[in-house]
């Protein structure tokens, strides 16, 4: 009788212990499978996405760049000019240069961007491409790590100090802002993906 009593214990205790197995596996099968299917379906989509922009031409490698040229015509600008010089020479991009036009400001325009920057006179020929009003001087700043020109002419409004900014320029292309607007850091990388 004893015999029996132990047996049925005993066999008890095996369908207890094979039940937990099993509630054991069926979660780590749930859990594992979720899993498997979540990472699917992130790397799915991710793909999706870099495919899409590698079909409409979306994606910039860091590499592959072109050079831009940055004209800022002035004209009595003597309170903001030096904040936005600043502003253009903290964003993010490889290659660029910042040319400052200077259209005859009747203020300390010219004054607080070469002292400000530690720009010195040079002696440039600039090519007339584009007809504009004669040149009076030329600063560079050779402190900077991006190429910082101003060029003071006579006055001739704005549109005549965007044809001395191109014609000064050393890059095919060139943007324009005015010398109270300030860029976002990454402004050119976005402006050039239609380009590349």
């Given amino acids: ?52 922009q590698d079909r409409l031409k979306n994606t910039i490698l860091k590499d592959h760049f072109v050079p831009i040229s940055i004209i800022v015509p002035a004209y009595n600008e003597d309170i903001t000019i030096v904040e936005n010089v600043r502003s253009l020479l903290s964003l993010d991009y490889p290659l660029y240069e910042i040319i400052v036009v200077d ?3 009747g203020d300390n325009t010219s004054a607080k961007l070469i002292e400000a920057f ?7 020929p600039i090519q007339r491409k584009i007809d504009c009003q004669p040149v009076e001087f030329i600063y560079e700043a050779a402190t900077q ?20 900014g191109i014609n000064a320029c050393k890059y095919p292309y060139f943007i324009c802002i005015d010398a109270d607007s300030v860029l976002q850091k990454d402004s050119l990388s976005k402006i050039v993906k239609p380009v590349l």
Avoid: H, W
């Avoid at 991006?146 to 044809?163: E, F, H, M, W």
């Fill in 1 to 52: 009788m004893r015999f029996f009593l132990f047996n049925d214990t005993a066999f008890e205790f095996i369908k207890v212990f094979l039940i937990c197995v099993e509630f054991f596996f069926a979660a780590y099968l749930i859990g594992y499978s979720t899993f498997l299917f979540i990472a699917v379906v992130t790397g799915s989509s991710q793909l999706y996405r870099k495919r899409q």
């Fill in 103 to 105: 259209d005859g400001s």
């Fill in 118 to 124: 530690e720009m010195l006179p040079i002696r440039r």
């Fill in 145 to 164: 790590k991006v190429p910082l020109t101003l060029i003071r002419k006579k006055n001739g409004g704005k549109a005549d100090s965007l044809n001395m």
